[in-house]
């Protein structure tokens, strides 16, 4: 097991801490919010071999963290086991997130977690939505099963966007564990059930107004099964609809080059730095028809999905930015409502 101290203090040394790779979209679960898709009947997992791969040109970037998501990794437990442990042979962290469908006991979340002796870190999900498939005392064994063989433990969290994060109700369920909250997204099955949500919301008026710029905290390198590289976890099929935040694919160049790309493409960047309420303002500004950008009814990832989705939205942003890069000053640029 690598020690985590060790690695984050590598991790300096990577544009990006982290490499995500979607290692197959079969899960027993078929959650209403689930971005991927993911369920019992989807046959759609990465090829092992080349899965390797991309773990060696992520370690030769300095990225010392592969996290393996789903559907569930642990219904592909021997490939699983396999890459957790080529991670850890070049000295890499490895995580996997799970929805704890096989956590039936303590004694066997211990007995399944133990077959994955190179594992750091395991991500478990539980919200609303994983409740209607998955009961709280298996989230609550796997839980105590990771501690139990000394791994990090996360619980993730989804919830809509226009509410309080519920740490409260997490921390009573699952005591001293740290959580991460993220709102719920209009991708996915979440395109059906977040609209739903937020004519609700509206009618209700529980949703109030934001003027955060809307900085993306998720922007990591990650790959979905068909080794296509993408900017985000958030939308796995960006690479079918010319979606900007598809930045590669390791059959036509490497792990280097789509991060240069995202580190390069001045949309991302501004994704990144600028804000995606921000750069919906921007094209308000310049008179472009736009979505309620500072209603906290949308998260930042959704509005961010709704303007990859506006190929023209995207070109107009490009053009802007590139304009503010010839402006004279940072003042000027503050004075035309970009910065």
Not at 33 to 43: N, Q
Not at 95 to 112: D, N, P
Request: a negative charge; one cysteine or more; proline letters at 6%.
């Amino acid at each position: 097991m690598v020690d985590g101290r060790l690695a984050i203090a590598e991790l300096v040394r990577a544009p990006f801490h982290q490499l995500g790779i979607l290692l197959t979209r079969r899960c027993p679960l078929e959650c209403a919010h689930c971005c991927t898709r993911s369920g019992p009947d989807v046959d759609d997992a990465a090829d092992e071999i080349a899965a390797k791969t991309w773990i060696d040109q992520a370690v030769a970037l300095g990225i010392r963290d592969i996290c393996f998501t789903g559907g569930d990794p642990f219904v592909a437990l021997p490939a699983l086991r396999t890459l957790v442990a080529h991670a850890g042979e070049n000295h890499a962290i490895a995580g996997a997130i799970t929805s704890a469908f096989w956590a039936t006991s303590e004694r066997r979340a211990k007995q399944v977690l133990r077959q994955l002796p190179g594992l750091h870190y395991v991500g478990l999900s539980y919200d609303m939505y994983h409740a209607d498939w998955t009961p709280p005392e298996r989230v609550q064994f796997a839980f105590a099963g990771a501690k139990a063989v000394g791994l990090q433990v996360m619980v993730g969290v989804c919830y809509p966007p226009w509410q309080s994060p519920p740490e409260a109700e997490v921390h009573r369920l699952f005591p001293g564990a740290d959580i991460y909250c993220t709102p719920l997204n209009e991708v996915g099955r979440g395109a059906t059930l977040l609209p739903r949500l937020v004519k609700q919301a509206l009618a209700e008026q529980v949703a109030s107004q934001t003027d955060d710029a809307g900085f993306c905290p998720y922007m990591v390198p990650f790959v979905n099964t068909r080794g296509s590289v993408l900017a985000c976890c958030v939308e796995i099929d960006a690479d079918k609809t010319g979606d900007p935040r598809f930045v590669g694919r390791f059959a036509d160049g490497t792990l280097d080059d789509a991060v240069d790309r995202m580190l390069h493409d001045p949309f991302l960047v501004a994704v990144r730095e600028v804000g995606i309420r921000k750069m919906w303002q921007m094209l308000e500004t310049d008179g472009y028809e736009v979505p309620n950008y500072r209603s906290t009814a949308y998260s930042v990832c959704t509005l961010c999905s709704r303007m990859c989705a506006d190929q023209k939205a995207v070109e107009r942003v490009r053009a802007l930015l590139e304009e503010r890069e010839r402006a004279p000053s940072a003042a000027a640029a503050r004075a035309e409502g970009w910065a």
